[in-house]
């Protein structure tokens, strides 16, 4: 049952960040997705994609998300290892 919860928010994450994928938001619930269900590969490809939209604007809090998406992968890494 847990598993398809899980599949099902992966899904709609996936769907929304192929709408909007500037939207950290959703990177970071598909991420913390992976690491509860300890999918600790794909929590990192979800960071690696995600660090890889950097923000188009110069806008502050854009930044802000996109600098937070890289502390909690080094958090994540820290932890891991």
């Known amino acids: 049952?847990?598993?398809?919860?899980?599949?099902?928010?992966?899904?709609?994450?996936?769907?929304?960040?192929?709408?909007?994928?500037?939207?950290y938001d959703y990177w970071f619930d598909l991420a913390r997705l992976e690491e509860q269900a300890l999918?600790?590969?794909?929590?990192?490809?979800v960071y690696a994609q995600a660090v890889l939209k950097v923000p188009p604007?110069?806008?502050k809090g854009d930044w802000k998300r996109y600098i937070y998406l890289w502390l909690?992968?080094?958090?994540?890494?820290?932890?891991q290892n």
């Open 1 to 23: 049952m847990e598993k398809e919860i899980n599949s099902k928010r992966r899904e709609f994450y996936k769907a929304e960040l192929a709408k909007s994928p500037f939207n």
């Open 39 to 45: 999918n600790n590969d794909k929590a990192r490809e």
């Open 57 to 59: 604007t110069k806008v």
């Open 72 to 79: 909690n992968w080094a958090t994540f890494e820290e932890l």
